[in-house]
């Protein structure tokens, strides 16, 4: 039995905005910083917030 590789599991999955993903962790929108289309980072202020 074959397990697929990581690349073709990768490849299957649907990434969702990331704007969606913080908005849904109640996260606002100041405290983001994107990098790209698939990275963003996320203040440190988020933690008191």
């Given amino acids: 039995m074959a ?3 990581d690349l073709a599991i ?3 999955a649907a990434l969702k905005p990331l704007d969606d ?3 849904e962790m109640g996260l606002a ?3 983001l910083e994107p990098y790209g289309r698939n ?3 996320i203040d440190l ?3 008191t917030e």
């Fill in 3 to 5: 397990f697929p590789s």
């Fill in 10 to 12: 990768a490849r299957q």
């Fill in 21 to 23: 993903i913080a908005t």
């Fill in 29 to 31: 929108p100041h405290l």
């Fill in 39 to 41: 990275v963003m980072k």
């Fill in 45 to 47: 202020n988020a933690i």
